[in-house]
């Protein structure tokens, strides 16, 4: 995170970019976790400086003078809005500029300035993809599946056709080779199953489908035919 990110992050969570910086910091709230938490320590320094503030009548000029200052002209990146930033004074200049502009006798501004400080996002995990391969002279197609890790819930993009006495089971095996049981997909529908419980599903992992008894394997390990299998990985 260098210097130049900091301060982007600071003007974010006090809402003083323009609408073009604003729209793309926000795109890279989404995509960049270390940005994210920048700017929620940011928003979380920001939010407690207008609670209990009184009406002070401020110095004739005060803010004339601290607009005046903000638009001085300066180098590109951090003096373009703060000329007299180095190191670690960004906390204090800030604080300082926002305390100015709270001396204000207007509680509308004083409500301007709370509104300001955004919510952030927090960046959703990437999702986790597999393409399970079916035995070879099976005839069958690969099957892609798609894991959010968000929602913890696995995709399958084609339809499992199994016999009318049969199921489809899915599992997933760790690092441990230890086949775990995830659930039975519904016949003749491309299977979406939540993962419930303390399973989480990691990169690495395979997931598999065997064709099991009505119900489901009655041992909690595959007693049919494994007819896809693959690794999850970070799309």
């Known amino acids: ?12 969570a006090l809402g003083l970019l323009d609408d073009a910086e604003h729209a793309a910091a926000r795109r890279r709230l989404l995509t960049d976790p270390d940005f994210a938490a920048e ?7 920001f939010a407690g400086l207008a609670d209990g503030t009184a009406a002070a009548e401020p110095p004739a000029g005060l803010l004339a003078r601290v607009e005046a200052r903000l638009a001085q002209g300066a180098p590109e990146g951090a003096a ?19 305390a100015a502009l709270l001396l204000i006798p207007d509680a509308k501004v004083i409500e301007r300035v709370r509104e300001r400080v ?7 995990p990437a999702p986790l993809v597999a393409v399970l391969t079916p035995g070879a002279g099976t005839g069958r197609e690969p099957i892609a599946a798609v894991y959010d890790q968000q929602t913890r819930t696995l995709r399958l993009t084609a339809t499992i056709t199994v016999p009318e006495d049969r199921a489809a089971e899915l599992w997933s095996i760790g690092s441990d080779n230890v086949p775990r049981a995830l659930g039975l997909l519904a016949a003749g529908t491309r299977g979406s199953i939540r993962i419930e419980g303390e399973t989480l599903l990691q990169p690495d ?6 064709i099991e008894p009505a119900g489901g394997s009655p041992t909690g390990l595959p007693t049919g035919e494994v007819i896809a299998a693959g ?3 970070t799309s």
Not at 2 to 11: G, W
Not at 80 to 98: D, E, K, M, Q, T
Request: without cysteine; glycine residues 6%.
């Open 1 to 12: 995170m260098t210097s130049d990110d900091q301060i982007l992050a600071a003007e974010l």
């Open 39 to 45: 700017t929620a320590w940011w928003q979380d320094r």
């Open 80 to 98: 373009r809005r703060w000329p007299w930033f180095a190191g670690g004074a960004l906390a204090g200049a800030l604080a300082a500029s926002l």
């Open 118 to 124: 955004i919510e952030v996002p927090v960046a959703a």
């Open 205 to 210: 992992e395979t997931i598999a489908i065997s």
């Open 231 to 233: 690794p999850l990985v």
